[in-house]
């Protein structure tokens, strides 16, 4: 298990996940709605996004190894810490597709762009592509915030009950 300064690696890296996830769905939803916005904040967007859903299975694994060397320190395993862990699990493929789904906004917004700027009258599939993958973009950031606080919840309960102490 890696430690920073005797500290457990686990909750240094959680704090990456709950801060970064939130701020990307926040900024994508914001680019989602409005298109302007993400002409000129899609790099930004993109690179929180990465971050936090990056983030995701480095603090799981970490976790992972907490969870193994609190079970050879107990000699059981803790229900608490399974239920947060099966959250965490959880958490890994809705952070993966809202960062996919995030990528497809900023490719279909871009060619929706360009379908706008040639003008063409008959052609509007790249913008209702846009659309559709909007209305992705913000459920699955407001599930991948929800799947967060659920898990970052778990992880402080067991925490603050002393687990591990």
Partial sequence: ???IDGIPIHPLLVHAVVVLL????????????????RRR???PVLGVTLAGVAAVPVAKQAGEDLQAALERATGAPNPAIQSHADLGTTLLPV??????????????GRLADRERQAEAPTTRTWRVVSVVVSVLVVLLAVGTTV??????????EVVWSGVGS
């Fill in 22 to 37: 939130p701020l990307a769905a926040l900024g994508s939803i914001a680019i989602a709605l409005v298109p302007a916005w």
């Fill in 147 to 156: 799947q967060t606080v659920r898990a970052g919840h778990s992880g402080s």
């Fill in 41 to 43: 904040y899609a790099w």
């Fill in 95 to 108: 952070a993966l597709g809202f960062g996919v789904a995030v990528i497809a906004l900023l490719v279909a």
């Fill in 1 to 3: 298990m890696l430690t």
